[in-house]
């Protein structure tokens, strides 16, 4: 379990310290997965890094099954069980991805390594000898350092928006790897998202706004809420009307 207690986020700007997140207070707990959306610039990805310590916590405390890692750095929060897929995954020159899931997981067996890239999706005969490389896709990149992580049999596994930059079949294919993750490992999965593919998994849906916590919900009352929300925009319902028109006004 990681608990967020009253936790604030406040970083240097142009003009001196800027606050970012003001008393968050969450808890996520093992085989679940928690999907935290809002506005651009609310602070969803404030929250990612600063549970993986990329940025210090500035109040508060964060809690990892009991123990205190608020003044821990990112590789003794790596090496206690907790694990960052960044939106951009990073390329290694020269690395093939039999390499990088042996530093991943320690391991040299072959075995281990196939069930892995099968885990993710991915044919191991196709995929261990390759160079990680521009030949990669953006969703190939994606299962491969979910994989990675995958390797570590974390904690706490955190995504920053993890579907950006990959194509629709590839973002098929990472749904279906976070339900594989939830089912077989026994890890809180957290991911940052604004997309229903994803809410649609989340056991828990967190809303962040202005940098602090609107509500928590399921994904059955947050995604009935969108639906009467569009269901009552009447800047849609009067375009529907007129025929999808450009003079279609919003009495909003």
């Known amino acids: 379990m990681l608990e967020m207690q009253n936790v604030g986020l406040s970083l240097d700007g142009e003009n001196g310290k800027v606050q970012i997140l003001n008393d968050i207070n969450l808890t996520f707990e093992k085989n679940k997965i928690y999907v935290v959306t809002g506005p651009n610039g609310g602070g969803k990805s404030s929250i990612a890094k600063t549970i993986m310590g990329i940025y210090p916590a500035s109040t508060g405390k964060i809690i990892l099954d009991g123990e205190d890692i608020t003044n821990k ?7 206690l069980g907790i694990g960052y897929a960044f939106q951009q995954p990073p390329r290694f020159k020269g690395m093939k991805v039999r390499d990088m899931l042996e530093l991943a ?23 261990l ?14 299962r491969i350092e979910i994989a990675s992580i995958l390797a570590r049999n974390l904690k706490v596994a955190v995504f920053d928006e993890p579907e950006a930059g990959i194509d629709l079949w590839s973002f098929q294919k990472l749904t279906e790897t ?24 989340a056991d828990q849906v967190v809303l962040v706004a202005e940098g ?16 009467r929300i569009e269901s009552d925009c009447e800047c849609k319902n009067n375009c529907t009307i007129i025929g999808g028109k450009a003079d279609a006004e919003c009495d909003r």
């Open 105 to 127: 997981s320690g391991s040299n067996n072959k075995a281990d390594l196939c069930d892995l890239l099968y885990d993710v999706g991915l044919c191991a005969q196709d995929y």
């Open 178 to 201: 976070f339900i594989n993750l939830n089912q077989k490992y026994n890890t809180a999965i957290v991911i940052i998202s604004h997309q229903e593919r994803i809410l649609r998994l």
């Open 129 to 142: 000898e390759r160079e990680i490389n521009a030949s990669f896709s953006g969703g190939e990149l994606k």
């Open 73 to 79: 750095t990112i590789t003794e929060r790596a090496r």
């Open 212 to 227: 602090r916590i609107e509500e928590i919900t399921s994904r059955e009352k947050f995604l009935a809420e969108i639906e």
